[in-house]
């Protein structure tokens, strides 16, 4: 079946840029998201791809997608302590079927 | 954007108490899921709805159950709660193009 995997935790050093990696074996998504969720919060959508892009910038989050290689990555430039969250990678094929999640990815910033 | 509301926050609930977790959505969207989110599992869908008065099962769909009576609300059931249930339960709806957007969960104890 369709998986989605992630790595569970990385720190980083504010003002540094964070990478956050995803794999994905759906060869036919058409939507790859990411998705914040702060302590205690429900999932936040921060941004998406179209699978015919490879590249999205959204002010301090590129994202980055091979489609080849399914592999999907979400880069915070200037990292700051208030991004520190878990963030999860998704996909979905099409239509309006479910997305599948990663497992989240801990993002924690040291001051 | 769709808006997600969830009844509660937080509930406590004894063992073999029936219990009814309340989701609505404002934006007239046909597509709701629930799912539920532990450490270490990510976020795992019980059941989803594509329309009034349908239901379908997810991965996890064992010891609860789901309403749809209305467009804008889904209701998750459990018939008689289990500590194995305590948990983050979280509603989704679904933009075709943006993705799932996600209430704010209820956090749900099971004693």
């Known amino acids: 079946g369709e998986d989605v995997e992630q790595s569970l935790f990385l720190s980083v050093r504010e003002g540094d840029s964070s990478v956050i990696n995803c794999t994905y074996t759906d060869s036919s998504s058409t939507y790859l998201y990411w998705y914040k969720q702060e302590p205690g919060a429900g999932l936040q959508l921060l941004t998406y791809i179209f699978s015919n892009m490879d590249m999205k910038q959204d002010q301090r989050l590129t994202v980055l997608l091979n489609k080849k290689d399914k592999h999907l990555s979400l880069r915070i430039a200037d990292t700051q302590t208030g991004d520190s969250a878990i963030y999860f990678c998704a996909e979905r094929n099409s239509g309006n079927t479910p997305l599948v999640f990663g497992k989240g990815t801990r993002l924690s910033v040291i001051a | 954007d769709v808006k997600v509301t969830q009844s509660s926050r937080y509930l406590v609930k004894r063992t073999g108490e029936k219990v009814f977790l309340e989701c609505v959505q404002d934006m007239d969207q046909k597509n709701m899921f629930w799912y539920r989110q532990d450490p270490g599992l990510g976020l795992r869908l019980i059941y989803f709805?594509?329309?009034?008065?349908?239901?379908e099962k997810g991965d996890i769909p064992e010891g609860y159950s789901v309403s749809r009576e209305k467009k804008e609300r889904f209701s998750l059931i459990l018939e008689s709660a289990s500590t194995n249930q305590t948990s983050m339960y979280l509603c989704?709806?679904?933009?075709?193009?943006?993705?799932?957007?996600f209430g704010p969960g209820t956090r749900l104890t099971v004693t």
């Open positions: 709805s594509y329309d009034v008065k349908m239901k």
């Open positions: 989704a709806s679904i933009d075709r193009a943006k993705g799932q957007y």
